[in-house]
């Protein structure tokens, strides 16, 4: 029970940090730093393991790297970054609720993965969820689409650039080419890199940082915390689970982001995040209740 919680609060407890941080911080600076920060944890780690074919395994497969971290690391990371620096840390965190949703509908198209009425339904339910919250608790300061805001279009954004990433990292994992700790290491080493050249070029003035004794603790613990923790745990969860139930799993992680930001960033609790919750978790229950009737049907002789 545990091993399914702890990954996503550890992932919960980084958003709240990067919040934080990006209260002073440039986004696509913060990504950087951190992406780097952490890959050198990860791949010193990853190194230590397999001295003797992993440099020869990364230039035999870089062209491949160097997409997957695009899709799986960089641009979910500067999207999500965007979303957070301008709107509320929950409201963030419950759009990447979808992934479950999105995962299927990934899977339905591109492994012609089977749908019945009620997954459907259950997606329909998800998205209304979503709707609701973006509805009553929008902050149009910058309107993408009529009550969509441009920060909730990023955080949409994110989230399906993220999952088509992760479904590939998981076929990765799955070939055992690449370790967890390598291809994480890698993508966030990759996505670093990316992110303060995009820094250098939109902002270099955000190099310009002075840095408190607060903001470094916040910056290990999202390093430490978020990225190496987090992310190693749920990509151990991908190596042994389906994706989609992983990602069923994680919508624990906007309810630690809700009760997180209001204990520490003074972000107000709103009912509608609650109905918007139950919405969202009804869809969930039912989309997975008919995955699980389709396992046993697929098991019986």
Known sequence: MFDYIFPFMFLASGITANKALLQTLDSNFLVGIRMLAASII????????????????????WPYLIILASFATFLPAILKAYALKHTDSSTVAFIGSLDPFLTAIYAYFLLNDRMTPYKWLGILL???????????????????????????????????????????????????????????????????????????????????????????????HTTIVG????????????????????????FSTPLFVYLFGWLFLNEKLYASFLLASAITFAGLVIFYAEELKLIRLNRQP
């Open 126 to 220: 998800g998205i209304a969820g979503n709707i609701v919250l973006i509805v009553t608790h929008s902050d149009a300061t910058c309107s993408l689409l009529g009550r969509l805001s441009c920060a909730e279009g990023a955080a949409l954004a994110s989230v399906c650039i993220s999952r088509f990433g992760w479904i590939k990292v998981q076929q990765v994992l799955k070939s055992h080419l690449f370790s967890i700790k390598e291809i994480n290491g890698l993508c966030m080493l990759l996505a670093g890199v990316y992110a303060l050249g995009l820094t250098v070029m939109v902002s270099p003035a955000a190099f310009e940082v002075s840095w408190t004794l607060g903001m470094v603790l916040l910056f290990i």
């Open 227 to 250: 990225n190496v923790i987090g992310y190693s745990l749920y990509s151990y969860l991908l190596k042994h689970h389906s994706a989609t139930f992983v990602s069923l799993a994680g």
């Open 42 to 61: 990860l791949l010193a780690m990853a190194f230590w393991a397999k001295k003797t074919d992993f440099v020869r395994r990364i230039l035999a497969h």
